[in-house]
């Protein structure tokens, strides 16, 4: 007796179209994926400069997620005290060049302070280039400069008289990170300059050497002749740097 499948031949049809279909939007995948793949080379091959931001991309991507962490290095970009010379006005570009040449310092990590100064200018009523005079006179711009007396980092802040400034910022040890150390110098001139009543000079014979200092041995004539020098820089006039 011969068993007659009536619905057998459609579900065979079925599947033969169903296996037919799937190969071919496989094979037209796959066929797209290599035309994909083939196209990104050829645009990566034409502008390079994507390349580089692809395997930034990729690299951060990688970092963010601790894959590899063992080989992969730390992006130490984001905690570097420093701005590229062009993102800041011409005026002040120019003063961070005049400066890194003056006393051999790399202009990207000055051309951070400068923008720093500016800011705190308004907020503390300083003229900037005094700011950066005062730095200029105190460490040559040498963020880890200590004097015999203890006075610590860019603005040569005394650490220890000064420590409950520091502390907002996470204690003494931030005495050595440039743009902290600055903010809080700035803080120490201006209030000297208000308890000497209001005198910029006072104030920074105070800032020097407080109520013992008798002479200044000439500090005072420095920064205000350095800030001078700013002044002319960034007014565009040329300046020797030596």
């Not at 690299?59 to 993102?87: G, K, M």
Request: hydrophobic fraction near 50%.
């Amino acid at each position: 007796m011969t068993f007659h499948c009536t619905w057998c031949l459609p579900i065979r049809t079925v599947l033969r179209d169903l296996a037919r279909g799937l190969f071919i939007v496989t094979h037209s995948g796959l066929a797209m994926v290599g035309l994909g793949t083939a196209a990104l080379v050829l645009a990566l091959w034409w502008h390079p400069n994507w390349l580089h931001q692809s395997e930034n991309a990729l690299f951060n991507w990688l970092r963010d997620r601790q894959v590899l962490i063992s080989w992969l290095p730390e992006n130490a970009a984001e905690r570097a005290t420093a701005v590229l010379l062009q993102d800041l006005p011409p005026s002040q570009a120019a003063v961070a060049v005049w400066l890194g040449r003056r006393y051999k310092v790399a202009p990207e990590p000055l051309a951070a302070l400068v923008a720093e100064a500016h800011v705190l200018s308004g907020k503390a009523k300083l003229a900037p280039h005094l700011i950066l005079a005062v730095m200029a006179i105190e460490s040559n711009f040498h963020p880890y400069v200590q004097s015999h007396a203890g006075a610590q980092g860019l603005m040569q802040v005394m650490t220890g008289i000064h420590a409950k400034r520091y502390e907002a910022y996470g204690g003494r040890l931030a005495a050595f990170d440039p743009i902290t150390n600055l903010r809080v110098g700035v803080g120490v001139l201006a209030d000297a300059i208000k308890l000497r009543g209001g005198s910029l000079e006072d104030g920074l014979k105070f800032y020097l050497g407080g109520y013992a200092l008798t002479d200044d041995g000439g500090y005072v004539a420095k920064v205000l002749a350095e800030q001078a020098l700013l002044d002319q820089v960034a007014a565009g006039q040329t300046v020797p740097f030596k």
